[in-house]
């Protein structure tokens, strides 16, 4: 490689995007409808309107193609955007491979991940609509950090539940998210009848992102309009605030002149992969372009690559709209891996219709695999990757090796969606050889995708 070329592009602060991508416009087939719990019908914006503002109820269900950033929120979205697009070419060296490896680099946010791209303007939208709190769910807590920071920013008062397990276990977040003045409770807890119920059956709950969803829904339903309600993955508004990331790297990749063959994301509820595949797979839906688009999740919550696409909950109580979604049933509790944000039972409708489609690929991979890719990444490029990111690493490098293998100078691009700096002890634990690989059981499955609710549609 010359000097002359590039080996880091940070585009500067006025090509921060200034609208938002939305897939829906150009959407190949059609997105299945959102039914009511009760009724089974197709749901509107009126019945959204007890849980969201209204501004993101229209996002939700909009199929304008751009979606204006609003001024406050880009103004925000200065303090770390653009962030970095690198060509990891340390790491091409020591692969020895002819492919040009590119990865997006949103760790570099203040809450050190992506998902700070929504919270922002979640908690924008809140507060232009006087919402007084906002009650989240949050699993290892990288949602429920960057959503205290957001909150804090736009005052806006926030109302965390936490799975139990990572709330006695990773105290570090606990501590950022109440360093920004949130509430933070341990879920189950007693303060919901969602929770009250789930105690009932199981008092020794270490909880699930289901269950703490079913108790920051309930909290908010239930407020009368003061509480709204906000999550950080999975709908159709939180992929589209994420497809900054892409629309960033769009303009970064044709500043170096080169456009990527593969685009790789980790998935847990889909947003940070949507955020850098979707402006990439507009090229591919209005201009033909070819790219393979490949979203990995762990092989102990394999949501894409053995789930059911079908009718589902998004929580454990079963207090949600019905989403068609791939899913392990919402009752699944998935193994205790250390990737914590990739423990979801369902995905993005988005995601799941355009898998389902053939338009991306899914990929599972154990977590030893993972943590050896990260290290691997780690030593060469010098950032320890969420144990979350170290999927989509693990792929760039075995389709690095595989155009090692067929000679070809593949372009391939990675969103590192977050460091792992709070995730030290499951590193420790990997250097220790003592992480367990597999977890995931396929008769807990079929007993939990048992339960779903009948809709025919
Ligand atoms: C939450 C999280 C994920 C998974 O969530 P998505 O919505 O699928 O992006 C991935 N990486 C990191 C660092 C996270 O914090």
């Not at 090509?15 to 939305?22: C, D, E, G, K």
């Not at 959503?147 to 501590?175: E, N, T």
């Not at 950022?176 to 199981?202: C, H, K, W, Y």
């Not at 909950?313 to 944000?341: Q, R």
Request: charged share 20%; with cysteine.
């Amino acid at each position: 490689m010359s000097t002359t070329e590039s080996y880091r592009v940070v585009l500067p602060e006025s090509r921060i995007p200034t609208s938002w991508y939305n897939i829906l416009a150009d959407f190949p087939v059609a997105l299945p409808p959102v039914l009511h719990p009760g009724t089974h019908q197709p749901i509107g914006p009126a019945d959204l309107a007890p849980l969201f503002p209204m501004e993101l109820i229209k996002q939700e269900v909009s199929s304008e193609r751009y979606i204006p950033i609003p001024e406050g929120v880009r103004d925000i979205y200065r303090l770390w955007r653009p962030t970095p697009l690198i060509r990891a070419v340390r790491l091409e060296k020591a692969l020895d491979t002819p492919a040009h490896i590119y990865y997006k680099n949103e760790s570099v946010s203040p809450s050190g991940s992506h998902k700070l791209n929504t919270a922002e303007p979640q908690a924008y939208y809140n507060k232009q609509e006087g919402v007084q709190s906002i009650s989240t769910e949050t699993g290892a807590g990288q949602w429920g950090c960057a959503l205290a920071i957001a909150g804090d920013m736009f005052k806006i008062a926030i109302d965390i539940y936490m799975v139990k397990i990572s709330y006695q276990q990773k105290p570090y977040r606990r501590s950022i998210m109440q360093a920004f003045g949130a509430t933070v409770t341990p879920s189950p807890s007693d303060r919901t009848a969602a929770g009250r119920m789930i105690l009932e059956r199981n008092p020794e709950s270490t909880g699930s992102l289901g269950m703490a969803i079913s108790e920051a829904v309930e909290v908010a339903a239930t407020s009368g309009g003061a509480t709204k309600y906000s999550i950080g993955s999975c709908l159709n508004h939180v992929l589209l605030h994420q497809t900054v990331i892409g629309e960033e790297a769009l303009d970064a990749m044709a500043e170096i002149g080169e456009y990527p063959d593969v685009v790789i994301g980790c998935v847990g509820g889909g947003s940070n992969f949507g955020g850098i595949a979707l402006p990439f797979l507009h090229r591919t839906l209005t201009e033909g372009v070819k790219t393979k688009f490949l979203a990995i999740e762990p092989s102990s919550c394999p949501t894409l690559t053995k789930g059911a696409y079908t009718y589902d909950f998004g929580d454990t109580a079963g207090l949600t709209p019905l989403i068609k979604m791939y899913t392990l049933g919402h009752d699944f509790v998935p193994a205790s891996i250390h990737a914590g944000g990739l423990r979801y039972h369902g995905m993005s409708p988005i995601i799941s219709t355009l898998v389902n489609a053939g338009y991306i690929e899914p990929r599972a991979y154990g977590q030893n695999q993972c943590f050896e890719a990260a290290i691997m990444f780690a030593r060469n490029e010098g950032i320890i990757p969420a144990p979350e990111s170290s999927h989509a690493i693990r792929a760039a490098i075995d389709e690095a090796l595989a155009a090692k293998e067929r000679d070809e100078k593949k372009v391939i691009l990675f969103n590192l969606s977050g460091h792992g700096h709070f995730d030290m002890s499951a590193y420790d634990a990997y250097l220790a050889g003592q992480l367990a690989d597999n977890g995931f059981s396929a008769e807990e499955m079929a007993k939990s995708l048992a339960t779903l609710p009948n809709v025919n549609a």
